[in-house]
Structures are given as C-alpha cells and as structure tokens.
C-alpha cells in the first residue's frame, strides 16, 4: 500500500514546537535585581534586630522600675503594629492632626503603603521581615527537597482567600471607629502598652503557641511564603493597593522565547510566560521572574504610565531608601516620632501589661 504524505498540518506536535521556537537572543549585562534586593533585605531585617533588641532592653528596665541599664524606647517598634498603622492613619484622615501618642505607627504605615502604590508589594519581599525569613525558609526547603509542594488551584484560591477574610476584619472594625474613639483607645492603659503585650507574646510563649509556630515554619519550608501568601492581612492590604501601582512586570512577546522559565521561578506561581504585564495583587515585585529570563529584553519592570519605561532595580531601591528614611527623618525633625509620657507611666503600666483590659 502506498504510503500517504505527511503534510504540515499533521506534523508531531514537538516537531511543530520546534520549528516555531524562537531564536535566544542573550542579554549581554548580568542582572543584578537580586544583588539589590538581598542587601535591602539585609539592612531591613538588621534594623529589626537592633529595635527588637532595644525594645527588649527597654522593657525589661521598666520593668525593674529603671534600675537596670537606662534604654529609650525604639518608636521604630510600632512598625510591627500594622493594626495600630491603620487605626493612625484613619486617625489622621478623619482629624486632619497628627497623633501624639504613638505617631511613629502614622509614618511607618503611610511609608509602607507609599512604597507599595509606587512599587507594587516591594514592601513583602524587599522590606518586611517575615517576608524575608519565609523566603529563605522555602529556598532552604528547595535546596533541601528539591522542590516546593503547590495545592491544587482551587484549594490555593480558597486558602489566598483567608488573608483577604482577616483584613475585611480588621478594616471593618477599624473604619467603624471615629477619630475620637481611635485616640481613646491609643491613651487606654491597653493601647499605651499593645507593644509590650506584643513582645510577652514571645516571651513567655505556651505550649500550644509553640506547636503552632513550629507548624508555621514547616509550612514555610514546604510550601512558598505560606504565611505570607494565605495568612497575612498586612500582605492582602498591600497587595490591595498594588492594583493601582504603575509599575509592572511587563513581558516583550516578541524577544520572549517561551521557555517558561519565569513562571517556574515566581514565588507566587503566576504565569508571567503567557502574560503581558502582571496585574496580580499577587506579585510581590522580588524580580525573580526577571533575574532568570534569558533572552534579552523579554522581561523588565516598567512604569505603565504616562509612557512606558524601564524601572531598574537599583531605582526600586533607591526609591525604597529615600521614601522610608525620608518619613522617619521627616518624623523626627518636627517631633512627631517618639511618644513623650512620663516615665512613671511606663514603671507603672509596663511589669502589669498582660493584664490590662481590652478597652
């Protein structure tokens, strides 16, 4: 029998794969994203060492009613405070005044969320400290098993969804709240000492505190920014603003080869190979997706608008640097940083944190 000809509409579909690949064309400058954002994330997560351990020093000497070692308090701390960042920020938008008890929380929300309407949630994966720790915590579980587990999509989809359940929570209760319920609660012995109730957390941890911890960690080390992907009603809130940032991963379909290689290498598993630009709430700015791409200008950061342009790493941390410490110094110089009380009121409220009352 005479064999039929193999035409081109019934080629093996590898053998068509490979007719229409695209010629690599090599990027000749090494990039350096990451270079910029682990050294941001060095100097983030060591100023957080030094106010943790300040903060540390700070109450263990009023708790010894100032005999011990003199230390004054880091306002830096109220940075962990992101629901006490809301309540200020509500605060100053319904008064039109800055707070005077705890402002350093207005400047250090109002700081993060301007760094994330201008570079998408850079705040989660350049600046934050649990963002950085649950990185290298799935980093070492890779090394370690030579991959990350992944849900299934709908099981992702509903557990995204929780963070999302936590800060309609939050939000809620805080926009419920009035300008002058917002300052009561900050000069309640409760709000005045929420930072040393926050720090006992830790100290005087219990026994199912610790399983749930540890639980957290080997989450973290199986699965890609668990907490931060799923649990995190700070990362939902940024990830919110994000929306309308004008910068974005932006993919050049005609130097992009398809090798997919960007989609393997997102911590949020976003396809940015059959995409565009990514819009995702999702996308914390960490660049991976543009470190790995191959083929040279496939794969960029850019402003969307007013016209298109590239936005380099170094710019997202410079950009990072002068917002940040441009806020603080800001803070500090017209005194709206440190909370100004007697020492009596912490010598008193302070050693009696755990029992004071939610107002």
Known sequence: MQKMPVSAGMMHPEGENQRRRKKLVRREAKDSSQQFRRATQAIFLALNAWIGLQFYLWVRWAEAGGQAMPVSRPAGVEGWLPIEGLMQFKYVLASGQLPHLHPAAFFLFFAFALITLLFRKAFCSWICPVGTLSEYLWKFGRRLFGRNFRFPRWIDLALRSLKYLLLSFFACAVATMSAEAIAEFVASPYGLVVDVRMLN???????????????????????????????????????????????????????????????????????????????????TNCLECVAICPAKDALSLQLAAPRRRLLPAWQVAAGIAVIFFGLVGYAKLTDHWQTHLPQQVFFRLIPAANEQAHP
């Open 201 to 283: 957390f830790f100290r005087f941890l219990g026994t199912t505190t610790v399983y749930v911890l540890c639980g957290f960690v080997l989450a973290s080390i199986f699965v890609q920014n668990f907490w931060c992907r799923y649990l995190c009603p700070y990362g939902a809130f940024m990830g919110l603003i994000s929306l309308v940032s004008p910068a974005r991963i932006t993919r050049n379909e005609s130097a992009c080869i398809d090798c997919a290689k960007c989609a393997k290498a997102c911590p949020s598993a976003l396809a940015v190979d059959r995409l565009v630009q990514i819009r995702s709430a999702e996308c």
